[in-house]
């Protein structure tokens, strides 16, 4: 069987990128392990690159050199054309990115070995609908958040669940989440931790001006809509982190379940309960 190709994509802003680059590099060399570098990243080593869309076509899987954020940024670019994908920290492991810096010879031992295990993650898509007309789409894996703007005050979002109104929030936003993104800013803002096939959204707002507005979990098979509340101006939308769009008040915000799934190589021993254990420095009872 002809070895796996693999499509190197780094953070290559990122203080120490070359010489993280570098390393993993040469030890998938060690290993015989084919390999083709995205056209960014290939300058930090001197090497030639290769477009995304080039590697693509290619390769047979991906590594995110980098952090959480780096392998966001990777979905994002491959605009839904999933091929799976291995997350390698700089540093210590993330809640995504499960091979830390120091473990370059590991992770390309357990490429070169088939060592890992495939865990599919559900995605989500986003879309802004203005005057019945779709704008915006794109596909993310952690969350959507609708936002304020600059001006320092309330947000009023009514939510519907497959067109079924639920609620409207007074808050500073609202998180859309998917089980892998529970962990994420919908963590922070109060949400609850999901195991990530669960198979749920959840719906966190920021800030809720009402004390009585928490998270609600619904079925990730189920379409949400946010309507903001006439006259609402200055809002915001973002998905996964990455870039905004300016919302009007009479825009719709749709997140429905993606057709794609996103293939997540993860370290064969490693369970989503170590790596609350690390990421989160749980350590048993107080008691």
């Not at 070895?3 to 290559?12: D, E, N, Q, R, S």
């Not at 802003?13 to 680059?21: E, N, Q, S, V, Y």
């Not at 370059?104 to 005057?131: C, F, H, N, P, Q």
């Amino acid at each position: 069987m002809s070895p796996l190709i693999l499509g190197i994509y780094a953070h290559w802003r990122k203080p120490g990128a070359a010489a993280c680059l570098k390393a993993l590099l040469h030890e998938l060399s060690l290993q015989d392990i084919p390999f083709l570098v995205e056209e960014k990243a290939a300058k930090l080593v001197g090497q030639s690159g290769h477009s995304l869309d080039e590697l693509h076509q290619r390769v047979d899987l991906f590594v995110a050199l980098g952090g959480d954020g780096t392998l966001l940024r990777l979905v994002r670019d491959m605009r839904g054309k999933m091929k799976p994908v291995m997350g390698i920290n700089f540093g210590s492991l993330g809640f995504l990115t499960c091979f830390g810096g120091p473990e370059y010879a590991i992770a390309a031992k357990a490429l070169a070995m088939g060592d890992y295990r495939v865990d599919e993650r559900t995605m989500l898509e986003a879309s802004v609908e203005r005057r019945g007309k779709t704008i915006y789409s794109q596909i993310g894996l952690n969350d959507v958040v609708v936002t304020r703007g600059e001006r320092s005050r309330l947000v009023r979002l009514d939510l519907f669940i497959d067109q079924i109104h639920l609620t409207q929030y007074n808050a500073d936003g609202l998180i859309i989440a998917t089980s892998t993104g529970s962990t994420a800013y919908s963590l922070s803002a109060g949400g609850p931790i999901v195991m990530p096939n669960s198979g749920v959204f959840v719906v966190t707002p920021i800030c809720p001006h009402v004390l009585t507005n928490r998270s609600v979990i619904v079925s990730n098979k189920s379409t949400i809509r946010l309507l903001p509340s006439s006259g609402e101006q200055q809002l915001s939308v973002s998905v996964d982190g990455q870039e905004s769009m300016q919302l009007y008040s009479t825009d719709a915000v749709l997140v429905r379940p993606a057709n794609e799934k996103l293939p997540l190589l993860l370290p064969k021993h490693l369970t989503f309960a170590d790596i609350l254990g690390a990421k989160l420095r749980w350590s048993g009872s107080a008691i």
